[in-house]
């Protein structure tokens, strides 16, 4: 992974610069102590690590627009980050640069029933969101599997997922409005809590824009009733071709589960070693889940069982309490914490047409026998966002770059099964240089020209997103 | 109602242009006739009406682009067209326009279950998206009023609501992709039938952007699975405002009812004269629907009807058959048929925050007694987007300017209630003047930098949208 040289001329201005933060900010929200930003050297992309210049935590939008109208003047890049949660490497510093921890933004600014809403800082935690209101019935749908962890504000950053996006939308589909500060400081509101805006609709290019057209400070989210109840079914099946046939025979036949969730051999046998949570010993497990009131839960069960059943399942089990649903998810959610007592592993995030799952599985078996690395797939497989695992050994020489190797062939696969890179983890630097595969130059030129209008000294995770060569005529220093 | 004085360079190039078109297209799809023109001289906003230069009728995305290419090349402004239903003049052209109708694009191209999309071509009505579907148990939830004539296009270019969207959301909630002819004739594909993209989102941009920033060709709409069953209610109350409190309180409590629809008594007299549906006489009339199976429809309504009681209705009716929910609702959507045998009206659209409306509701009473004209409201009353209809006499001298008057202060109100000045409808010519009242003259000038991207010359749809002295320095002619 290659990262662009430091800008001597930030390096050279250090001291300078973290004068004129600290006298905009509390003492201890500039962080310049070199053990002291070890702690920001890395996100949830371990393997690449790199300090900052300096991290700074602002507690609101005003310290925010202090910050980052500094940073412009200086021409120095800022990095803004959530929770670090990022599997894409979307929050990694480079040397030159400050980060833009937006933690200490964690309040709820506004509850409203009646309107259908919550106002929150951006760097609330994605769970705390629903922790809010579901005393009163209510909560918010985009559930990252990291979602005690994760800010809202990367969630935007990366328009994340989760398990119930089946039937509720990612995060582009519950934001109703934000609160934008641009590179030079200037404060923007963008949409807003009620239905439609008279002008146009800025929401869509800034979720999912990966930090580099503005800072998120406030967020507009749209929350749910709670239904009345859910019920999973287990389901096991002997190839994972025939369990990915099921999961498109259910979304063909007109029901909309909340969730489905796929697990393939190694994934469910890393899981029932660490979890205990009584999954059938097969090669594809579907978990499917259903939402509603009992009668209602019982009927879409039956026919989803009836499908089921004409793919010959070795396993077939409907929960029959809420201790087994809860025992259920439990294996789903320990999955990833799993596969990393097995060694270290590679979470790769790409989309395809869920009617192209069986033939990508297939396809995703013979790529990792051919390169000796072993794959595990544990996915939302009801909207085809797939999380293939690539087991490797970090210590043994060679093995990451292999990994690299098969990750990039996976994601081609994704591509050329007419679907996407990212689901819901973003391009970061992870999936920088695969963008040539899903583009032409002039389509990432047109890309980069949106950034130019916002950002036009690409100070802003500059290094992120777009190959480095073609960025490079862009980026300072 | 004033328009721009058509561009004398274009009128006298007449001749010339229309030989060019005519060599890109069939003979029948290039109209100059002047008779035949004056079919596109208006929409349904038929209160201003100017003959076009040229109507065509391109039957492929190939032929738009043609038709684009040849007018920009010669600098005539182009006004895109779906059915002409639009309620706020978006269709209206100029005496220096072609009109760039897209009637004839109306092929169903892709239906794909599995992967849960339709792709038409743009010219397709709403109800026959549906229609192309049903048999299999699945819909498409935008349902504007106008749904048997209105078009996908001008639904995506207004951003196109319908009763059905507090529980499905509006058009752009359920856009996945477009095919885009630009002004110069380019063809663009933006976003996709699967989940994300790897780019930056520019379908908010493009949905709501009332034709001014390209021609949409195609489009790939999510299509959902049919509920089991629906079951409505009616609910009378003796006043608007009680009959707005129930309406947040429903909310409120965490039912999320697929409609609730609002009408007051002006409404209710003009269409149980009309349809005679059975409403009760009263001041204020809800009619709240709820989707599910049986068992759940029993205990959403259940609760509604609890809430409903707590606001002393002085009618509730449970719909107890499906012919007496058809009749509940053929009221419902003869409303505005109704409403025109009383005499002329302007249909207004302004969205407010739902916990607004009994004060809104108030207010509008005040002013239409101020103003001596009487107002009738039926409007989507759960997620706040208001449709008051103002009756007047076009024959009788200065009643159009009232009511032109009577509709700003309406549309004043629901801003400064916390909501804008349009819901579903869009701009068009009707609101172009009242841009100020919800903007700063350097938030529309940010928004017209848009369009200068898009649209360098400032030749699609060029008068709609902003206040003509805003745009005029960008406008040719």
Redesign the interface.
């Known amino acids: 992974m290659q990262m662009p040289a430091p800008d001597a001329r930030v390096m050279a201005k250090k001291d300078h610069v973290l004068r004129r933060l600290m006298a905009v900010l509390p003492e201890d929200a500039v962080i310049h102590d070199p053990t002291a930003t070890r702690a920001y050297e890395c996100d949830a992309l371990t393997a690449y690590r790199c300090p900052p210049l300096a991290a700074v935590l602002p507690a609101s939008t005003a310290e925010v627009a202090a910050v980052l109208k500094i940073c412009h003047e200086e021409r120095v890049p800022v990095v803004p980050r959530g929770s670090g949660t990022s599997l894409a490497g979307g929050a990694l510093p480079t040397a030159d640069s400050v980060i833009l921890g937006v933690a200490r933004l964690n309040e709820v600014l506004e509850v409203?029933?009646?309107?259908?809403f919550i106002r929150v800082q951006a760097g609330r935690t994605n769970l705390s969101v629903t922790g809010a209101v579901e005393g009163?019935?209510?909560f918010y749908a985009p559930d990252p599997s990291s979602q005690l962890a994760c800010a809202i504000a990367g969630n935007i950053g990366m328009?994340s997922?989760g398990a119930h996006c089946l039937k509720y939308?990612?995060t582009?589909?519950n934001l109703l409005g934000v609160t934008l500060v641009m590179m030079d400081g200037t404060v923007v509101e963008i949409g807003?809590?009620?239905?439609?805006?008279?002008?146009?609709?800025?929401?869509?290019?800034i979720?999912?824009?990966e930090g580099q057209l503005g800072v998120v400070t406030e967020a507009t989210l749209r929350i749910?009733?709670?239904p009345?109840g859910a019920r999973p079914v287990l389901m096991g099946f002997d190839s994972s071709e025939v369990a990915g046939a099921c999961v498109?025979?259910i979304?063909?036949?007109?029901?909309?589960p909340v969730a489905i969730e796929f697990m393939d051999r190694p994934c469910i046998a890393a899981t029932e070693a660490f979890a205990g949570a009584g999954y059938p010993d097969c090669e594809a497990l579907l978990i499917v889940e259903v939402e509603?009131?009992?009668?209602?839960i019982d009927?879409q069960l039956a026919l989803i069982k009836r499908i089921a059943e004409g793919h010959r399942p070795v396993a077939l089990r409907e929960s029959g309490s809420a201790e087994e649903s809860a025992r259920i998810w439990l294996g789903r959610k320990s999955a990833f914490g799993a596969m990393g007592q097995l060694g270290d592993y590679m979470c790769l995030d790409g989309?395809?047409?869920?009617?192209a799952l069986p033939e990508v599985l297939r396809r995703i078996g013979e790529l990792s026998a051919e390169m000796g690395l072993r794959v595990a797939n544990v996915f939302h497989a009801g909207?085809?966002?797939m999380h293939p695992l690539i087991l490797f050994d970090a210590n043994a020489p060679g093995d990451l770059e292999r990994c690299e190797a098969l990750g990039a062939e996976i994601l081609k696969l994704c591509v050329k099964a007419?679907?996407?890179?990212?689901?819901?983890h973003g391009?970061g630097v992870e999936?920088r240089d695969l963008?040539g595969v899903?583009?032409r130059p002039e389509?990432l030129d047109a890309?980069m020209r949106?950034k130019d209008?916002f950002d036009p000294d690409w100070l802003l995770n500059p290094a992120k997103v777009f190959p480095l060569e073609a960025s490079a005529g862009r980026r300072a220093g």
């Open positions: 409203d029933y009646p309107n259908r009163d019935g209510w328009n997922g939308g990612v582009t589909n807003g809590a009620h239905l439609d805006a008279a002008g146009y609709d800025w929401l869509g290019v979720c999912g824009s749910l009733p709670k009345e498109a025979d979304i063909r036949a007109g029901v909309l509603g009131c009992p009668a209602e009927e989309t395809i047409p869920v009617s909207d085809g966002n007419g679907g996407c890179l990212t689901g819901e391009v999936k963008m899903q583009y389509d890309q949106v209008v």
